[in-house]
């Protein structure tokens, strides 16, 4: 966009990161896995005890497997999006769960060099009391925001101290006459 006197208005930046976990492949298809066992009770079994215990393992290694499957797809990877108002993070790949935080609500952020599934827990979206929330989908780097309301936010990304930058950045207050963005 242009203005008088040739001069450009600087476009808002969007900084994009990810971060992928393979080994949750190898979970999903142990679901796919466990779906087939229950498909293939139900299909052909021979079964002598009855139609309720059939029906009972046909239920449940299907939904065991409805169960690891979509729950690790949605864990698979974790994308990252800072605009010039929020951040946004989307799991998995319909994009849910998805958390928005917009950047007026963050006072801080820092990197994290070795955040953990062990320290919170396991993968995946996470809460705890004393360390606040978390989306985790893999062992490395992550970063740590820190919010007005004195909780905090983690969540592994690649490159997350670039991450952290571009927010910073955006939380420093702007200098008299300097356009808002």
Known sequence: MRHRHGETTPQPDIWT?????RVQWFLALIGAACMALGIALAVDSAWESG???????VVGCIAAGLLVLFGTLAFVHVALR????????????????RRRIPLSHVVGAEF?????????????????PEKGTAVVVRRGEGLVLRLGDGHTFTVTVDDA???????TARLRPKAPGQPAH
Not at 82 to 97: A, F, N, S, T, W
Not at 112 to 128: D, K, L
């Open 161 to 167: 101290e670039a991450a952290v930058q571009v927010i």
């Open 51 to 57: 139609v309720v215990p059939l029906t009972m393992a």
């Open 17 to 21: 990161g990810r971060a992928t976990n």
């Open 112 to 128: 994290a060099p070795h955040v953990t599934p062990r320290h919170w827990g396991g993968w995946g979206y996470r809460w705890r």
């Open 82 to 97: 800072v605009d010039e108002d929020c951040l946004e993070v989307r799991c998995g790949h319909i994009g849910l769960p």
